[in-house]
Every structure is written in structure tokens, then in C-alpha cells.
Nanobody, 126 residues
């Protein structure tokens, strides 16, 4: 059974940085496309970034150049390094996974991901 547990969310001021962590268990990383999504109050959940076994990454336009997704296979941990945070980045951030060797064939949409963590809150003040 796939389990994903996020951590690292916090309250920061605009311009600050945070690193989110997602510890995964119950699956073989190399067979899954992994991603980070977020949902702000009153808004739909949206994709932030994805990464697959080949190291191929995808980023939403609104985080390009500020956020970096990475994975430590030995620790079964997915990361999201967030720099230059803005108030509009305030949201609940979720780790997700879906069975696919390549993220390129997975639509960058929450509906395409099978497994989800419980979320970690990020709040950015101006």
C-alpha cells in the first residue's frame, strides 16, 4: 500500500524559502511519476511540479525559476525547494504519485494521480 507523508510547511514572509518533504513507502519509486500539488482556500487543486525515474521534471509556469523538485531514492523522499515565496503561494501542498515510468505521459492534473498525502500548510505573509 502506497503511503505518502508530507512535512516542512510553515509560515514565512514574502521572499523567504521553505523545503517541503514527502516520505514515501509501500512502492518502488522507479515505477511512479511523483508530484507536488497545491490548493488555496476557495480554489481548485493545481499542479506545481512533477519528476520521474529519468529525472525529467515539469513545472507550472507560476513557479518556474523559484521552485525545484527533487528526489532522494535512498531515503524514499521527495522534496520541493521553494525560494522567493510570494503571498499567492499560500496553500495546502500535497505530495502525489501515480504508476508511470514517465511523467511526460501523465496529464499535469490532480485527476491523473492515484495516491495522495495528507498535505502540509504553507503560509506566506507580505
Amino acid at each position: 500500500q502506497v503511503q505518502l507523508v508530507e512535512s516542512g510547511g510553515s509560515s514565512v514572509q514574502a521572499g523567504g524559502s521553505l523545503r517541503l518533504n514527502c516520505v514515501a513507502s509501500g512502492y518502488t519509486y522507479s515505477r511512479y511519476c511523483m508530484g507536488w500539488f497545491r490548493q488555496a482556500p476557495g480554489k481548485q487543486r493545481e499542479g506545481v511540479a512533477t519528476i520521474d525515474r529519468y529525472g525529467s521534471t515539469t513545472y507550472a509556469d507560476f513557479v518556474k525559476g523559484r521552485f525545484t523538485i527533487s528526489v532522494d531514492i535512498g531515503k524514499n523522499t521527495l522534496y520541493l525547494q521553494m525560494n522567493s515565496l510570494k503571498p499567492e503561494d499560500t496553500a495546502m501542498y500535497y505530495c502525489a504519485a501515480t504508476p508511470s515510468f514517465k511523467c511526460a505521459v501523465v496529464p499535469f492534473s490532480p485527476d491523473s494521480f492515484t495516491y495522495w498525502g495528507q498535505g502540509t500548510q504553507v503560509s506566506v505573509s507580505s
